[in-house]
């Protein structure tokens, strides 16, 4: 399935356990609080939590209060657009009053292992906790800052977990309360996929959508999108579509501009939904123009940061390169240009471009502009707070041309400039699978920097945990693919021994032995 991803959701990586569960932090895990060194002035109006996790939800039991959670990391796109929009705002500031807000980054010592506990799917991911410890619910980026604090005023108020809200609406749907619906309608799905119950039935937000209508329209049309969303990431039979009932609920979406603006993060993200509905093609035309027109016609709302202004280009870009490798027409293609002349002029922090810069490179690739990405991410380098996460961009598009000599440079280049313990250990591995791809006969090359990779953690438990245990499974799985193909299989063997070493040095019974002997059973699947 050709599958229009959220660039701003492009860095999320799963890491595998139940949102549901309840933390239970070790005394060592420390919280990295937000330094000049590090951050922005995006966070310094937050007087983030200082200690360990555990000290955190000691404290929020003791003063009553619920606690927030931010996971995220200084080179994340999405995490920067976070902090450079919520954590900006005076009225999310003065929130934090009611809270322990607490500030985890990714690659402080153990917040891998921390993660897995969170069962957090990548980053930023932001979860609100009760006084108690109990998970709440978990809130996406991608919505406007207002709606932001109103969602999460309302999380802090009721402290209804999402999980009870799901159980009743598969046993007791009549009970539900408008907060409830809402609550439903801006969780951050993307970001916890293992909070369904396994009994849900695949219409389950069709059929919330269906019960909210009454009361809240925005919170319907969200959940509506929900659905429509959760068949096109299911792409199977399984998941039924109600044809004709879609294609109304949707153009009623597209003509609102209430609408359009509160479902921005999937009508702007997502325009292969339209794939889904077996219309007529008079009809598809006509919604995927309406799709394209209203979100280019809304796209310079004020309530939409700069980043997302630039999404409503991409259902357009989608729409015109599904089925054409023509160019874009002069006056569109200027028009684009257009409007990343002037975000990238007026976003001016290091930080936020991040973000923006992110962006403008996604939409150029979209567009099929691979020169204008080339030329804008070589002029971020010196101005970016995380180069090297532009480096990966540069190597990714010199591959997709062939450039192998130049890829495998800027992917070595980006790990050897990368920072922080998970980071380097996540693009180290990315410059492994590179080589492999492009330089598959450099034997030594490959197998001497895969095995120097284990160095960049701190402990060896580091290695088999949360993110970095799934890119070191993936490695793992792309290594056993390639000394298949080549003769390299003696060298192969020195990167197994050394996860049969390290698996020795876990605690029987720990979630770090399990990981470990599954790389070593041929449980790899990713």
């Not at 996406?140 to 009870?164: A, E, F, H, M, V």
């Not at 971020?380 to 440079?409: I, N, T």
Request: overall charge negative; proline content about 6%.
């Amino acid at each position: 399935m050709n599958r229009t991803p959220n660039p701003l959701l492009l860095v999320l990586l799963l890491v595998g356990l139940s949102a549901c569960d309840k933390p239970a932090v070790p005394d060592s895990v420390s919280i990295q609080v937000p330094g000049a060194a590090h951050e922005n002035d995006a966070t310094h109006g937050i007087d983030w939590f200082k200690g360990n996790v555990d000290q955190a939800f000691s404290t929020a039991k003791v003063e009553n209060k619920p606690l927030f959670l931010y996971w995220g990391a200084i080179w994340c796109p999405p995490c920067q657009e976070i902090k450079n929009t919520v954590f900006k705002s005076s009225e999310f500031v003065a929130l934090t009053d009611l809270f322990v807000p607490v500030y985890l980054d990714g690659d402080t010592a153990q917040a891998q292992a921390q993660g897995e506990k969170f069962g957090v799917k990548g980053y930023p991911t932001m979860i609100v906790f009760s006084p108690a410890g109990e998970e709440v619910t978990r809130i996406p980026g991608g919505i406007d800052i207002s709606k932001y604090n109103s969602i999460l005023q309302l999380s802090l108020n009721r402290l209804r977990p999402t999980k009870d809200l799901l159980q009743l609406a598969l046993n007791d749907p009549s009970s539900l309360q408008p907060a409830d619906f809402t609550q439903l309608a801006y969780y951050s799905w993307g970001q916890d996929f293992k909070v369904l119950p396994e009994d849900a039935p695949p219409t389950l937000f069709r059929d919330l959508a269906d019960l909210a209508a009454a009361n809240d329209t925005v919170a319907s049309a969200r959940l509506f999108m929900q659905y429509l969303v959760s068949s096109v990431e299911k792409d199977s039979e399984d998941t039924p579509v109600r044809i004709g009932d879609a294609h109304t609920r949707l153009t009623d979406i597209l003509q609102s501009d209430q609408l359009v603006l509160a479902c921005w993060d999937s009508l702007a993200y997502w325009p292969e939904i339209s794939g889904i509905l077996a219309l007529p093609d008079d009809k598809r035309q006509a919604l995927t123009q309406l799709w394209q027109d209203r979100l280019m016609a809304l796209r310079k709302d004020p309530s939409l940061s700069t980043a997302e202004q630039l999404g409503g280009w991409l259902p357009l870009l989608y729409f015109h390169f599904k089925d054409s490798d023509a160019p874009l027409p002069p006056d569109l293609a200027s028009q684009m240009e257009e409007d990343i002349s002037t975000a990238n002029r007026i976003t001016t922090n290091a930080f936020a471009r991040q973000s923006v810069v992110n962006q403008i490179f996604y939409l150029y690739q979209q567009a099929k502009m691979y020169e204008q990405a080339h030329t804008l991410l070589l002029a971020e380098l010196d101005r970016s707070a995380a180069p090297y996460y532009f480096m990966s961009g540069l190597a990714s598009l010199a591959e997709k041309q062939d450039k192998f000599d130049e890829a495998v440079e800027w992917y070595r280049r980006a790990y050897e400039g990368s920072k922080g313990a998970a980071t380097r250990f996540q693009w180290g591995a990315a410059y492994v699978r590179g080589l492999i791809r492009m330089k598959p006969d450099e034997h030594e090359l490959i197998l001497t920097t895969a095995e120097s990779l284990f160095k960049e953690l701190d402990g060896a438990d580091e290695v088999f945990t949360g993110r970095n245990f799934r890119v070191l499974r993936s490695l793992n799985n792309k290594l056993d693919a390639w000394k298949e193909e080549s003769t390299a299989e003696p060298l192969a063997k020195r990167f197994v021994s050394r996860i049969v070493a390290l698996c020795s040095d876990q605690p029987a019974g720990s979630m770090e032995s399990e990981n470990c002997h599954s790389l070593i059973s041929g449980d790899t699947a990713s």
